[in-house]
Nanobody, 121 residues
Framework: QVQLVESGGGLVQAGDSLRLSCAASGSTFSDYVVAWFRQAPGKEREFVAR????????YYADSVKGRCTISRDNNKNTVDLQMNSLKPEDTAVYYC??????????????WGQGTQVTVSS
């Protein structure tokens, strides 16, 4: 099992940047693919980005491509999401998720508690 804790959310203005971090514990971190999802009020949870076990491959939702970068440090057991040029529509609770398999749905085995990102216009 792996436990995930997100941090780094906050209230920012449109155009600002934020760096979210997901800290993992409890298992060998490099055994897991890690993804970020988000959920805005009244909307379904949506995929944001994912990174494979050693960071070789990353994948982004079209809505954040070019504005976000996902990275990981398996020595520190962390995965970061750097978000630039934030827009009000990026406002959501952001969740970190992990799974030992590379899956393209939201059926990840492990989830963090989420961190709120609010972007004002």
């Amino acid at each position: 099992q792996v436990q995930l804790v997100e941090s780094g959310g906050g209230l920012v203005q449109a155009g600002d940047s934020l760096r979210l971090s997901c800290a993992a514990s409890g298992s060998t971190f490099s055994d897991y693919v890690v993804a970020w999802f988000r959920q805005a009020p009244g909307k379904e949870r949506e995929f944001v980005a994912r990174i494979t076990w050693t960071g070789t491959t990353t994948y982004y939702a079209d809505s954040v491509k070019g504005r976000c970068t996902i990275s990981r440090d398996n020595n520190k057991n962390t995965v970061d999401l750097q978000m630039n040029s934030l827009k009000p529509e990026d406002t959501a609770v952001y969740y970190c998720a992990a799974d030992q398999n590379l899956i393209t749905t939201d059926l990840y085995d492990y989830w963090g508690q989420g961190t709120q990102v609010t972007v004002s216009s």
